[in-house]
């Protein structure tokens, strides 16, 4: 009985964990169709609406490499956490993650946060979305000095927080999109969503640690 719970549990875990991915994968692929408003730049589109007015300064050159970089750390994020991928392909996975941080540490966090101080609606969303750049960029860079030092189970926990790091973009856009579902348009839920959108997952990772449940030990690829 107990051993037909426990594989009950495991198969909804991964049915559970496949499904996030793809819709990780899924909001991926929509926010890079949305970039044909970025070449030429569309200033009536959501995100360029009002700042055209510094978007053609330095502002040009961090959005441009922001929306290069990030898409990409969150694909390879999706693939490096998979155990049976670093199992099955060890070299593969040292290879894809060293890009992984690379594009972090040198492109993804240094834009996010010079894009943070223009956050359209205000200070609150400027500081969440600066603190979470901030974070993104000390998870990644322990996560590699870990794996430097061959501590892997202290590699993996830094790497499981930088990619709950990188899904606040998924986040923040379910977030929004539920909003104009519902027809919600508050003004202080992106500032709001901003914080929440990487603050909420790793709670509920931490949570689950301390809980011991099977977070990071299963992944959409086994």
């Known amino acids: 009985m107990k051993v037909m719970q426990a594989l009950k549990s495991f198969t909804l875990l991964r049915v559970l ?13 929509s926010v890079v169709i949305e970039y044909r408003n970025y070449w030429p730049p569309n200033f009536e589109s959501d995100f360029l609406r009002g700042r055209e007015a ?15 970089s990030g898409p990409p750390t969150l694909i390879l994020g999706t ?9 099955w392909a060890p070299a593969w996975h040292r290879r894809l993650g060293r890009v992984q941080g690379i594009l972090i540490l040198l492109f993804v966090a240094p834009s996010g946060l010079w894009m943070a101080y223009y956050a359209a609606t205000g ?23 870990s ?3 061959r501590q892997f189970v202290s590699h993996r926990l830094w790497m499981w927080r930088t990619f709950l790091l990188l899904c606040s973009a998924v986040v923040i856009r379910m977030i929004g999109g539920l909003a104009t579902v519902t027809h919600f348009d508050a003004l202080w839920l992106y500032p709001v969503s901003t914080w929440v959108s990487w603050i909420t997952p790793l709670v509920v990772y931490e949570t689950m640690r301390i809980l011991k449940l099977p977070v990071g030990r299963v992944s959409a690829w086994g």
């Open 17 to 29: 964990t496949v499904v996030t991915v793809v819709l990780i994968w899924k909001v991926t692929a």
């Open 54 to 68: 510094y978007f053609w300064g330095p502002y040009r050159w961090v959005f441009y490499v922001h929306l290069i």
């Open 79 to 87: 693939i490096l956490v998979s155990e049976r991928f670093r199992r």
């Open 123 to 145: 200070a609150i969303a400027a500081a969440g979305l600066g603190s979470l750049a901030i974070a993104t960029a000390v998870c990644v860079a322990l996560g590699w000095r």
């Open 147 to 149: 794996a430097v030092k």
